[in-house]
């Protein structure tokens, strides 16, 4: 039987990302929120509130062989919800449990990259919960489960570039952070990477991103430069004097060539048929 797969938070930016990539190769279900406008006729698209909601209900509904979990919400109730899913998984034969962590996981330590075998410390909510569902996930058999942590994720319909964009054209404030070392991806990337880890069944902890990393100032400068000649009014916001690292280094995660990419890589794909070519470029 080919696998059935549950995306909770499926109508968001990452988990939209997955469902479209993910949706012509196996039996896919998804949940949405707040956008009853774009999935409340979808036959295979359920509402679902955090707040209200019994997952376990769902689970019995769909059975799924395997969740993906890219929900947002209050961080108290995800935790609750994430123990049914990984009771669920625990009880339920070959069931296993991707849940899209983050890089916040390590917002404790700013002094290096992340690693895979780095030990985590969290400091924000945001981390402190992701990183409370890792733990939650590590007390389950090794094979049921994949902890994927993102960095900053790019693309060409990112919230953060469609910010940008909009900064530009209205000639608006757009922060950026000269102290800020980051490594990141893009919405279409990290799908083919999950997708790879489903079709495999990889299981453990795999960092998502670039294999090299980059200022945040200069990262928005660059795409900013890349999709034309108007300018946002930057905004530099020092938070400390020396360089504060916040990257998920993919050192043993990846191996096939397709899945490992540099910044420079992501900058074209977010500027993709934006950047004018010049007659120098294409002579290159
Ligand atoms: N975007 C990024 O750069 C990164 C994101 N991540 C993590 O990935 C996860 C998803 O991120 P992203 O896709 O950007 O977030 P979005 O806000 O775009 O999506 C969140 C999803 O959760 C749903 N949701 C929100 N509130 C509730 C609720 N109360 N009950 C049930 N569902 C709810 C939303 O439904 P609806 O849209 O219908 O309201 C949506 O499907 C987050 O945990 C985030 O930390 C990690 C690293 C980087
Ligand atoms: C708002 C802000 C961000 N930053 C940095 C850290 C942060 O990860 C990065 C992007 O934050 P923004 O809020 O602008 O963008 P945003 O896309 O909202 O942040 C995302 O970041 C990634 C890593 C995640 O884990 C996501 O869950 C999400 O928190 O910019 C600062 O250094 N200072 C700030 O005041």
Redesign the pocket.
């Given at each position: 039987m080919g696998k059935r797969i549950l995306i909770l938070g499926a109508s968001g930016f990452i988990g939209n990302a997955l469902y479209s990539e993910l949706q012509s190769y196996f039996d896919v279900y998804g949940t949405y929120y707040s956008n009853f406008s774009d999935f409340s006729k979808n036959q295979v698209f359920y509402h679902f509130d955090v707040e209200k909601d019994d997952v376990e209900a769902l689970l019995n509904t769909i059975k799924p062989s395997v969740i993906i979990s890219c929900l947002g919400g209050q961080f108290d109730r995800l935790l609750d919800v994430h123990k049914q899913l990984s009771s669920y998984a625990m009880v339920t034969p070959n069931c296993r449990l991707f849940f899209i962590s983050?890089?916040?996981v390590f917002?404790g330590i700013k002094s290096y990259p992340a690693l895979e075998t780095d030990k985590a410390f969290a400091i924000s909510n945001?981390g402190k919960y992701?990183l409370a569902v890792e733990k939650l996930l590590k007390e389950l058999p090794a094979q049921r489960y994949a902890i994927i942590r993102?960095?900053?994720?790019l693309g060409v319909n990112?919230?953060?570039v469609t910010n940008l964009k909009y900064a530009i054209a209205s000639q608006d404030v757009f922060?950026i952070?000269p102290?800020?070392v980051?490594n990141v991806t893009t919405d279409t990337r990290l799908s083919q990477q999950i997708h790879y880890l489903v079709n495999q069944s990889k299981y453990g902890i795999f960092h998502v991103g670039s294999s090299d990393l980059i200022h945040?100032s200069d990262l928005f400068e660059e795409i900013s430069e890349k999709l034309g000649s108007n300018k946002p009014i930057f905004k530099q916001?020092y938070?400390s004097n020396t360089d504060?690292f916040?990257a998920v280094l993919p050192k043993k995660s990846f191996s096939l060539k397709e899945h490992k990419y540099n910044v420079l890589d992501i900058v074209n794909e977010v500027t993709l048929n934006q950047s004018i070519p010049t007659l120098k470029t294409t002579l290159l």
């Open positions: 983050t890089v916040k917002d945001q992701a993102l960095p900053l994720v990112a919230p953060v922060e952070y102290d800020l980051i945040h916001v938070e504060r916040e």
